[in-house]
Nanobody
């Protein structure tokens, strides 16, 4: 059973930067998509940024050019570097993964992701 654990959330001023991490354990898959979702109170879960096992990345329009997703395979750790943060970026951020992915780019639809972390809170006060 794959386990994902997020860390690195916190409160940061608007315009600031923050990096959240997701460490994966008990996984040994070769083709996958991993990425980040976020969910604010009363809102739907939103796909933010994803990385395919071949290195291709996918971003939501709302974060493109501000957020960067990366994966350190040796450390089995997924990162989300967030810059120019805005109050609307405030949410619980979840790490997710799905294995056996094909050639298609990673999906931003939460229903296709099998493994989930518990989440880490990011707050950008207005």
């Amino acid at each position: 059973q794959v386990q994902l654990m997020e860390s690195g959330g916190g409160s940061v001023q608007a315009g600031g930067s923050l990096r959240v991490s997701c460490t994966a354990s008990r996984y040994s898959f070769s083709r996958y998509c991993m990425g980040w979702f976020r969910q604010a109170p009363g809102e739907d879960r939103e796909g933010v940024a994803f990385i395919h096992s071949d290195g291709r990345t996918t971003y939501a329009d709302s974060v493109r050019s501000r957020f960067t997703v990366s994966l350190d395979n040796a450390k089995k750790t997924l990162y989300l570097e967030m810059n120019s943060l805005k109050p609307e970026d405030s949410a619980m951020y979840y790490c997710a993964a799905s294995t056996g992915w094909g050639q298609a780019s990673c999906s931003t639809f939460s229903g296709v992701y099998v493994y989930w972390g518990q989440g880490t809170q990011v707050t950008v006060p207005s």
